[in-house]
């Protein structure tokens, strides 16, 4: 699981401590399970151990009867960023290597797209997907740890050849097979083994950056 995709629990939680700091506020863990209408402070305790141990919080106290004070460590506050990270550019043609870096986010998308803590952004790369209106220089939104539906948008990556590529996928759980299928007349499909690919998300939205569009819903 990358630091960017956490349970919603400790996602929750984590943002309710911002709240708190943001108001010049050290909350506690009584204060925090009441707020979130837990039954008590042992209720908040795994979550709150599960963001320490992510090093996305920094806790003092809770021994020998101490109260125990969190704080958000500069990680946790990485990950609070106003948006979602953009996690490198993805091929839409042939297969090729996908980057994957998180030093871009994109801000304020609460009014654009419904999307979920864990989802992450990709640029497309080439053309492969002009004729579902994906064109390079979109920002796809993609939903990790989802089985895509036949003939949904997902990004694949082939672990062999350290890369990947953003298709149409038709799985067949029988065969053990994967077909992988463009939108455009001169990019052939692709058949491979299940085991072959690993699916790193599914498409949930389109963002337009480049062109002055108006954000679209995905065309599945």
Known sequence: MSEF??????????R??????????????AVLA?????AGE?????????????????????????????????????YLL????????????AIGRATQTSNRVV????ELLEWEAGDFLVEVEGDSL?????????????????DPQPGEIAAVQIPSA?????????????AGSICLKAAHPEHPDQRMRLSEVRITGVMRGLIRRHRGEEPTPPRI
């Not at 599960?50 to 990485?78: D, M, Y």
């Not at 106003?82 to 043609?93: H, K, M, N």
């Not at 801000?107 to 609460?110: T, W």
């Not at 002009?130 to 989802?146: E, M, N, S």
């Open 130 to 146: 002009v004729g579902a209106g994906i064109c390079p220089g979109d920002l796809i939104l993609l939903r990790p740890g989802q």
């Open 82 to 93: 106003e948006g979602l990270p953009v996690l490198g550019r993805i091929p839409a043609g």
């Open 16 to 29: 309710l401590i911002a709240r708190h700091q943001k108001d010049g506020m050290v909350p506690s863990a």
């Open 162 to 174: 350290s890369g990947g590529a953003l298709k149409r996928v038709f799985v067949d759980t029988q």
């Open 34 to 38: 009441q707020e979130m209408g837990l």
């Open 107 to 110: 801000a304020s998308l609460d």
């Open 5 to 14: 995709a956490l349970p919603r629990r400790q996602d929750a939680l984590l």
């Open 42 to 78: 042992s209720s908040v305790t795994p979550a709150l151990r599960a963001l320490q141990s992510k090093e996305l919080l920094h806790i003092e106290g809770g021994v020998r009867g101490r109260q125990r004070f969190i704080r958000i460590t500069p990680k946790g506050a990485r």
